[in-house]
């Protein structure tokens, strides 16, 4: 899709999604299961616009991260982002995806829905934190294709 590429570079990633909000340890490698990253740079200046990340955690497709860098965000990009990681995750024979968010209202709009943790698979360290529902109000949400 335009503006959009593949890329494994998961340093640059990693740092570019904690810089936008995002719970992540910044690292070289990407995590244990990680299949796919898509990078939107800007195509005159190589800056890292938005970014997106597939993976697999306990046998399911998990959006692990999006991010939109804060003044571009509203433009699209984060949706065209979704539609590629969703895609990719169907290609690959997936009936479901999850993810573990803070902006339910954003994802709600495109098709998911907010799950109980107790129907959740274990694909986040929400599933045993103590934190969660007290201190802590992430949503865990689920896409049906
Ligand atoms: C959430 C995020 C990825 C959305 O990306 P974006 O490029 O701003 O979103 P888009 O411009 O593609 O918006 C698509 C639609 O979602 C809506 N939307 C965007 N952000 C929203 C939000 N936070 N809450 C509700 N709706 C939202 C837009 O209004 C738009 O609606 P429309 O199609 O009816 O006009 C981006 O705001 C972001 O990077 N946030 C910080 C990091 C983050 O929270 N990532 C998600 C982790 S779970």
Redesign the pocket.
Known sequence: MKGTKETGDFARLSAFYKD???EIEVSETAPQGTLKSWKWEDGETGELL?AATLQKRDGCYVLA????KEE?????????LLRIAEDEAKSLGAGEMW?V???P??YS?FGWKEMERETAPDISRCQTCEDFGVTCFPSIMKKVF
């Open positions: 936008n909000g995002l938005a991260d999006l991010a939109v571009l965000r509203g433009s699209g990009m984060g949706k065209k993810l968010g803070k902006v209202a954003f709009k």
